[in-house]
């Protein structure tokens, strides 16, 4: 069963973010979590740091007082470790997701492992904090990634309502209704404030949607927490 899961997603999950609709059964077979254990929303951003939508969103944000996470991928802090330091300054929790922004399925225990240092090593030297939540690319998990991210102590998460803000044919108002459908208590909402592993620009359309989001969050009566804030 596991393998067939894992096979299946081989063969889509090279297709890159076309492999997400998936995930929810991945996640069951691997008990990764996609919702929050207690109460409250959690808005989280994949992809960044990048340098317009990132401050773009972190904006936004600080105008609704609303906190995230940004799960970060370590090439992209590199690029830009001023905007990470920004985002944990801001008051948002960082988290890992990765520092290549590369499929985990084919790549051996010790690439992993290396990867996962590397990026918590480059996100803790940018922002002065450890990360402790990790979220891989594309929501895809292996079996030797799912036990590194346990023994390192970091908690995996996934989502339960996405914008699919990644592809381009999209809009911000769809992007703000996908993010939002019977939005409730526990809800993790996929965002990306950079657009470095998908269509050009889709940040724009993110940042575009994220008031009406924040606005459908707060509306639910749940507090908009970080990942760690939920226990
Ligand atoms: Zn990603």
């Not at 590199?78 to 399925?105: C, Q």
Request: proline share 9%; charged share 20%.
């Amino acid at each position: 069963m596991r393998a067939d899961v894992a096979g299946a997603l081989a063969a889509a999950a090279w297709f890159g973010p076309a492999a997400a609709p998936v995930v929810p059964a991945v996640a069951a077979a691997f008990r990764v979590p996609r919702r929050l254990p207690g109460p409250g929303v959690a808005i989280t951003f994949d992809d960044g740091p990048h340098p317009q939508g990132t401050p773009a969103v972190l904006e936004i944000l600080a105008d609704a007082n609303a906190r995230a996470t940004f799960f970060l991928v370590g090439e992209q802090v590199e690029r830009a470790p001023a905007l990470a330091a920004e985002i944990a300054s801001a008051g948002h929790e960082v988290g890992v997701h990765g520092y290549r922004h590369t499929l985990l399925l084919r790549r051996s225990p010790r690439a992993l492992h290396e990867d996962f240092a590397r990026a918590c090593d480059v996100i803790a030297a940018a922002t002065g904090t450890a990360p402790r939540v990790y979220r891989p690319p594309y929501g895809v998990f292996s079996g030797p990634a799912l036990l590194l991210v346990r023994r390192l102590g970091w908690r995996p998460l996934l989502w339960s309502r996405w914008g699919k803000d990644w592809v381009a044919r999209t809009t911000p108002p769809a992007i703000a209704a996908r993010a939002t459908r019977d939005l409730g208590r526990g809800d993790v909402v996929l965002l990306h404030d950079a657009d470095h592993y998908s269509s050009v620009d889709s940040w724009r359309r993110t940042a575009a949607a994220l008031p009406d989001i924040l606005a459908a969050a707060s509306a639910t009566g749940e507090p908009l927490v970080s990942v760690s804030q939920s226990r």
